[in-house]
């Protein structure tokens, strides 16, 4: 979830309004099933369509012309992940919005079992509204608490993605001790957790400490560039010897334009990184 300051009705410049397809502008949600999901709404305009909850938070936001982009600074350094594992065998994802993150990896990983788990049921329902995939062998959507979900998983996951929010920010579910202690549990030796946390809230520092515990402090945080956002990448082991850009120049095949938009956010882990170990990175690491 992407989280905008502004006054009245006024959307920034860089979410241009047209006309809303359900409810109007200034109407909020106001409705909620049986079991107190709130139903989102979708914003579209001739460049593209954005999931909200409330007018003010985007939840996720599509291009029109390029329905797989990445087109939110934080979802952009989320997939940086791929800079300490190129290559999952198998992914999970709390957290579905608009699919943004779902779609790209199904489309440049087409050899990751990827597994989505989503809590409300009204956000799985507009999966065809913004060109998510059909289940198939390798890619499932599946209704869920995403903490039971990792609190009894299946099987170990290679990377683990967090982006869960509601109408009212970040469940506290979704960022209690036990849930990241579970987090921990639920991947493979040297597996990768990023979550997205919200740096305005009044509970960030606290996740991150939460965090750092589960994760005995192999933990990188990043501030997205509009800073509202705070990308945190943990490892289950050693994190700097999981940092090897050149492995993914090699194994995954961007397009130039995708390139060009991620080089931003990756440089910007890379220098975080560089930062916080202060030169001890590994010799043959590359550069992003």
């Known amino acids: 979830m992407h989280r905008f300051s502004f006054h009245a009705h006024q959307m920034p410049a860089s979410a241009p309004l047209g006309n809303p397809r359900r409810p109007p502008l200034i109407a909020m949600p106001d409705s909620t099933d049986s079991h107190e999901h709130v139903k989102p709404f979708v914003y579209e305009t001739p460049e593209g369509k954005a999931l909200h909850f ?39 994802m709390i957290g579905l919005g608009g699919g943004s993150l779902a779609k790209f990896c199904h489309r440049h990983l087409p050899n990751t079992r990827i597994k989505v788990v989503e809590i409300n049921p009204h956000v799985i329902a507009l999966r065809d509204e913004f060109g998510i995939p059909p289940d198939d062998d390798r890619f499932k ?60 809230n009044e509970g960030y520092e606290v996740c991150i400490d939460r965090i750092n515990r589960s994760f005995r402090n192999e933990v990188l945080v990043v501030d997205a560039r509009n800073c509202s956002n705070g990308i945190v990448f943990a490892c289950k082991g050693a994190l700097l010897p999981r940092f090897n850009p050149s492995a993914l120049r090699k194994r995954v095949q961007f397009d130039q334009q995708t390139w060009d938009e991620l080089k931003p956010a990756f440089s910007k882990v890379e220098s975080a990184l560089m930062k916080q170990f202060k030169g001890l990175a590994p010799e043959d690491q590359g550069h992003c």
Request: proline share 6%; charged share 25%.
């Open 141 to 200: 959507v599946r209704r869920g608490d995403g903490a039971a979900y990792v609190r009894a998983a299946p099987y170990r996951v290679d990377v683990l993605m967090v982006d869960g929010f509601d109408n009212e920010g970040q469940p506290p579910d979704l960022c209690s001790q036990r849930f990241y202690d579970d987090c921990h549990d639920a991947l493979q030796p040297d597996g990768i957790l990023v979550v997205n946390l919200h740096a305005w």
């Open 54 to 92: 409330t007018i003010s938070e985007i939840q996720s936001r599509m291009q029109t012309q390029r329905p797989d982009a990445l087109d939110l600074d934080y979802t952009r350094t989320m997939m940086a992940v791929l800079l300490f594992n190129s290559a999952p065998e198998n992914l999970a």
